[in-house]
């Protein structure tokens, strides 16, 4: 398994995020992480990211233990992430903003690590916004450069927490391709949406919480018949 | 514009000792002391987002070492300054480990706090420190002041050099992704507590180092250099010139340096007055009077030149 979740649980005050979840993920998945506002996809998310630590259970990542890791170190290993709120640095330019993952890696010289950034400014159609803060980039650009940013490392395991949200239709066909692209070349991807329509197509496996525990974990077809998710986190028949 | 106003001013202050003499290179020279600190605090404040209360004290450690080791270890004053600057670094680094896991106003707080303990204990310490007399301090070059006042220039640029150069490489990129966001930074492989600690402890140090030289061309430390009213001068100077900016803080410092000389009258209620100052700075231009002159002065190039 590339990435094991034992019995993960989270609790903030009174409020239990996550009850003692279990999932593993092979290398080169998609996989589809769903459930209604506040099920705790996102505390999961934070929890392997390392932004959270688990109050009980582990998250080992390979033969190793991330679950008591800062941040900085579970990105070294391979695993990056974006958020459902874009995270990029505002009053830095564009091109800043994608040297920096590339910087902190130490791997490439300078010239190099701009040589790529250029490249990556070209594939996520962002050249004439180099030179410009990032605050000037609508909701949609910032998720592009959000992308942008992992791409900069080629971390190998994703979790990509609502990258549709606020991308322009046309483009948003691009992306979902784009990220088809990326998991055939090998990348692992865990992806949090609330566009049942792109989830269906794209993912592999689904993984549904809610109320912080995993109510079901199967192929979308097998989730989609599911009367539990159909009645209680889809609000319905699923159109794929 | 933004190059050459910094070389227009260092032609000045080279040539400073020639246009003037005594009270005013002398007031200069502790000019330029509050200009390394405004400037290295502006770099923390507004560079990294970290608020310390501590940078006064940091100077009154940099002086009371290079004073006791001068005087009591008999070493030349260059190698006790630098000494001074160290033993500042350190104290920032046993502060920093302590407080910079933290986020919020812990540090605000605890330097707060740790400043206070300082000045209560070197002013309680009267057998090693003459408590709040003050200590009598050899002068540096046999007090000549000229030479004073181109140390501290070397000692002001060496400081804005060493800061502009960490801010422009990848470490000082880093620093700004931390302040703008610390969770999107952190995810993106940079290591926050690091980072934050390399800049507390280099800004701790280059405080010290300002301390050191205040003590050997003033001839006296004493624990008022290191009260809350002088951490609030520093700040006001900060704010006044820019916070974002190194040389617009350093330029705070020295305006408010030389207000200060002209409003002596005023005793105590200059301070007040620069809290007004900094108030009316925080309205008009909170980017601070430099970053802000330097707008209006290309607007006036612009137009001189019939630029649209």
């Known amino acids: 398994m590339m990435l094991q979740i034992e019995e ?40 392997i990211s390392g932004l959270y630590r688990p109050d009980s259970g582990s998250i080992r990542f390979g033969h190793e233990t991330i679950s008591r890791l800062p941040p900085h170190g579970i990105y070294r290993l391979g695993i990056g992430r974006t958020f459902q709120i874009s995270k990029v640095f505002n009053r830095l330019t564009v091109l800043d903003n994608l040297r920096i993952p590339a910087l902190t890696e ?29 605050e000037s980039l609508s909701g949609g650009q910032k998720k592009l450069l959000e ?24 483009l948003k ?19 949090v949406s609330h566009e049942m329509s792109s989830i269906f197509r794209i993912c592999q496996r689904l993984v549904v919480l809610d109320h912080g525990v995993l109510v079901t974990d199967g192929p979308p077809e097998a989730v989609r018949s599911d009367e539990r998710v159909i009645n209680a986190y889809l609000g319905g028949a699923v159109e794929a | 514009m933004k190059g050459i106003f910094p070389a227009v001013l260092l032609i000045f202050a080279v040539l400073f000792p020639f246009l003037f003499r005594d009270y005013w290179l002398y007031v200069a020279t502790i000019s ?21 209360f501590a940078h006064a004290a940091f100077a009154g450690i940099g002086a009371y070492t290079s004073a006791l080791l001068v005087i009591h270890q008999g070493l030349p004053v260059p190698v006790s300054v630098l000494v001074g600057a160290l033993v500042a670094a350190l104290f920032g680094l046993g502060i920093g480990a302590l407080t910079l896991r933290m986020r919020g106003p812990y540090l605000a707080l605890t330097t707060l706090g740790f400043s206070e303990l300082f000045r209560i204990s070197i002013t309680a310490e009267y057998g090693l420190t003459q408590g709040s007399i003050g200590l009598k301090v050899p002068l540096m070059i046999e007090g000549d002041r000229v030479l004073s006042y181109y140390t501290g220039l070397a000692l002001f640029v060496l400081t804005v050099v060493t800061l502009t150069g960490v801010l422009r490489s990848r470490v000082g990129l880093f620093l700004v992704a931390m302040r703008e966001d610390e969770d999107g930074a952190s995810t993106r492989g940079i290591n926050t507590v690091y980072y934050r ?21 003033v001839g006296l430390v004493s624990p008022q250099m290191t009260r809350i009213g002088e951490m609030g001068l520093i700040l006001a100077m900060s704010v006044f010139g820019g916070l ?27 301070l007040a007055i620069f809290g007004a100052l900094v108030l009316f700075t925080l309205k008009l231009a909170p980017e601070g009077v430099l970053p802000r002159a330097y707008v209006y002065a290309e607007r006036l190039l612009d137009r001189w030149l019939g630029r649209a």
Request: glycine share 12%; charged share 15%.
């Open chain 1, 173 to 191: 066909s691009q992306l979902e391709d784009y990220l088809c692209q990326l998991n055939r070349n090998g990348k692992t991807i865990i992806l």
């Open chain 1, 8 to 47: 993960v649980t989270k609790h903030f005050g009174g409020l239990q995020a996550l009850s003692g979840v279990s999932i593993s993920f092979k290398a080169g998945e998609f996989v589809g992480l769903i459930g209604p506002n506040g099920s705790g996809k996102t505390t999961l998310i934070n929890c």
């Open chain 1, 106 to 134: 130490g791997k490439l010289h300078r010239r190099e690590v701009d040589g790529r950034s250029r490249e990556i400014l070209k594939q996520i159609k962002l050249q004439q916004h180099g030179s410009l803060n990032a």
């Open chain 2, 32 to 52: 330029l002391y509050y200009a390394i600190l405004a400037s290295s605090w502006s770099m923390l404040a507004g560079h990294v987002g970290l608020i310390s």
């Open chain 2, 197 to 217: 600690l390399v800049a507390f402890v280099l800004t701790s140090a280059f405080a010290g180092l300002a301390g050191g030289f205040y003590a050997h061309v």
């Open chain 2, 244 to 270: 974002e900016s190194l040389l617009g803080a350093a330029l705070g410092a020295i305006i408010l340096q030389g207000l200060t000389e002209y409003l002596r009258i005023f005793t105590e209620w200059r």
């Open chain 1, 147 to 170: 992308l942008g940013m992992l791409m900069m490392t080629d971390p190998q395991f994703l979790l990509l927490d609502e990258p549709f949200a606020g991308v322009h239709p046309e």
